[in-house]
């Protein structure tokens, strides 16, 4: 929680306590000192100062802590194409190979964890996660400080705990969420407190208008706490609550013969298989000095070993299309552009397999 948060928790509670210690009982004829509201709303000061600070949190802080390295360890994780997730993969997405139930083929070409979601900005396909179950914590942080749930006979709880399933809907927008909160919550005080016209000599007085209002001003307090600390609990909950994507195509990778190679998607790149039985996408390089394998575990990294290729029945280790990292701006000039390579004939040597 940050310095900026804590002033805020502080304001809205002093802003509470003066807006409230504004009404008295001899404001209205109708009430007798001793029906007077506690106009603290049996909310102390301090519990408001710390309800300020925690509520717009809606979870804590070990929680939005656990969400926030999931998702820094997805996005390195995504990039870097873990071998535990690529194992599996046979999809294309681009110029990588990806595993469609564990990752996402982003639309723009990259590759990130389907869940939990590390970036919900890059993730314009979100769903709701088969295993998420809401479990709200009425008033107050998730394993943390709880609050009052109740403003005298207005019950918050419900509209509390109806806050908390909102924010880790999948797709649901925030500001909906905190609209319906407060709504909620004025409802109860309007319940709670219904107007209730007395007549005290020649007036008509609203027995229940004091109470009412300072019911209202509470709601507003506990809305404003979410409305404008609640961002970080928000898309915790959003990143729990989604997968990046829902069940995407598989392009393949399928492999094929000397001459019958077929195209990545990636321009000037070819799909092979892999001795382990993989498909992989490969930018073809010149036969002359490329290592033999038994498998790809024997080849630099990143490579893949193969034994169908146009450079002899051996098997050999051939580099990937793309590397995590590297610059494909100069990829089409490494293509050899004489002699036998891997996919064919270079392009200068006359031989009609190239590189597409």
Not at 50 to 63: A, K, P, Y
Not at 184 to 200: E, H, I, K, L, W
Request: with cysteine; aromatic share 6%; glycine share 14%.
């Amino acid at each position: 929680m940050t310095e900026r948060t804590f002033g805020f928790g502080q304001r809205v509670a002093a802003l509470l306590r003066r807006g409230m210690g504004g009404f008295s009982a001899s404001d209205s004829p109708a009430l007798r000192a001793d029906d007077a509201i506690d106009l603290q709303g049996h909310l102390a000061n301090n519990a408001f100062d710390n309800f300020t600070r925690s509520l717009g949190s809606q979870g804590s802080r070990r929680d939005v802590l656990k969400v926030s390295v999931l998702g820094v360890f997805s996005t390195l994780a995504g990039g870097l194409l873990p071998r535990t997730a690529q194992a599996a993969a046979d999809c294309l997405c681009g110029r990588q190979l990806y595993d469609p139930a564990l990752q996402c083929c982003l639309p723009s070409g990259a590759i990130a964890n389907k869940h939990p979601v590390a970036d919900l900005a890059a993730c314009p396909n979100k769903v709701a996660h088969p295993g998420y179950s809401c479990t709200p914590n009425g008033c107050g942080a998730a394993g943390g400080t709880q609050f009052p749930s109740q403003y005298g006979a207005a019950s918050f709880l419900g509209c509390c705990n109806g806050h908390d399933c909102c924010y880790g809907e999948c797709n649901q927008g925030k500001a909906g969420c905190d609209n319906t909160f407060y709504s909620c919550m004025t409802g109860s005080c309007d319940a709670a407190y219904p107007v209730n016209m007395v007549q005290v000599g020649p007036i008509s007085v609203d027995s229940n208008k004091i109470k009412r209002g300072a019911c209202k001003a509470a709601a507003g307090a506990y809305y404003q706490a979410v409305n404008n600390a609640g961002g970080d609990a928000f898309t915790a909950a959003q990143q729990a609550g989604c997968d990046c994507c829902g069940t995407q195509p598989c392009p393949t990778c399928p492999g094929g013969t000397c001459g019958a190679l077929p195209s990545c998607q990636d321009p000037g790149c070819v799909c092979f298989q892999t001795i382990e039985g993989r498909g992989f996408c490969h930018l073809p390089q010149s036969c002359s000095g490329l290592p033999t394998c038994s498998s790809s575990a024997g080849c630099p990294s990143g490579w893949a070993c193969v034994s169908v290729t146009c450079c002899g029945s051996t098997p050999i280790c051939i580099r990937p299309c793309f590397v995590v990292g590297s610059s494909l701006a100069s990829r089409s000039a490494s293509v050899p552009s004489v002699g036998m390579t891997t996919a064919g004939p270079a392009q200068g040597s006359g031989g009609e397999m190239r590189a597409k």
